[in-house]
């Protein structure tokens, strides 16, 4: 069965500071990995995947992700975070061949000035 | 490019009464995705569409919870009668096809309180 976690409810980072956003998956299958952001009262938008290739993909915003197979992670990261980065951030993952996405519980990201 | 639309936006309700949702996909999108999000939960899906047939309702609650999917463009997700517990936002959401590479995008959502 697939699953995805995000072991952290929130993270806090301070501005300018680098920020990192867990999260590891399981899945049979080649797996295929997306972040998206979420701010108050807007849906979700989309950040970042990876399909194959590249271990490490960018996105949207600064944001970049690194795939480890052997860890089975795809965390989020960011360079220098902004106070504008604070949301809720979802991890989700689909496997080749399957239809359904599975999202995380979410990590509330908080970017203090 | 106009992004997915939903309506309403917020909507409340008393228990065992009936509600429904529209949604309408960026165009050209094939595959159309219903959520039911929780607070303070990820986003769980309900029934996934490509074109107008189903792909995918196993989460779906089907004694209550209904959709459609007319001529494969817009849809809409009914709940009848509504319970407490089906307070939520309810998310719709929208991709070029089926694959499982493509990555999905979302409507601002329908925030449902049942009182």
């Known amino acids: 069965a697939q699953s995805v976690a995000q072991p952290e409810d929130q993270v806090n980072v301070a501005e300018g500071n680098p920020l990192t956003v867990k999260c590891t998956y399981s899945?049979?299958?080649?797996?295929?990995l997306f972040w998206y952001v979420q701010y108050p009262n807007r849906g979700l938008q989309f950040l970042l995947k990876?399909?194959?290739?590249?271990?490490l993909v960018k996105g949207s915003y600064g944001f970049e992700a690194e795939f480890n197979k052997s860890q089975t992670s795809f965390h989020l990261k960011k360079p220098s975070a902004l106070v504008s980065d604070s949301a809720l951030y979802f991890c989700?993952?689909?496997?080749?061949?399957?239809?359904?996405?599975?999202f995380g519980t979410g990590t509330r990201l908080k970017v203090l000035a | 490019e106009a992004g997915v639309a939903q309506s309403p936006r917020y909507k409340i309700i008393e228990k065992r009464q009936s509600v429904a949702f529209w949604c309408n996909p960026i165009?050209?999108?094939?595959?159309l995705y219903w959520y039911q999000q929780i607070l303070g939960q990820g986003p769980k899906l309900l029934i996934q569409?490509?074109?107008?047939?189903?792909?995918?309702d196993s989460q779906l609650p089907k004694d209550r919870f209904s959709a459609e999917r007319l001529k494969g463009v817009d849809s809409t997700l009914k709940i009848q009668p509504a319970k407490l517990e089906d307070s939520a936002v309810y998310l719709c959401?929208?991709?070029?096809?089926?694959?499982?590479?493509?990555?999905?995008?979302f409507g601002p959502g329908t925030r449902l309180t049942v009182l």
């Open positions: 569409f490509q074109n107008n047939g189903v792909v995918d």
């Open positions: 165009s050209g999108h094939a595959t």
């Open positions: 990876y399909i194959t290739g590249d271990n």
């Open positions: 959401a929208s991709s070029l096809g089926d694959y499982s590479y493509n990555e999905q995008f």
């Open positions: 989700a993952v689909r496997s080749s061949g399957t239809y359904k996405y599975i």
């Open positions: 899945v049979s299958g080649n797996p295929y």
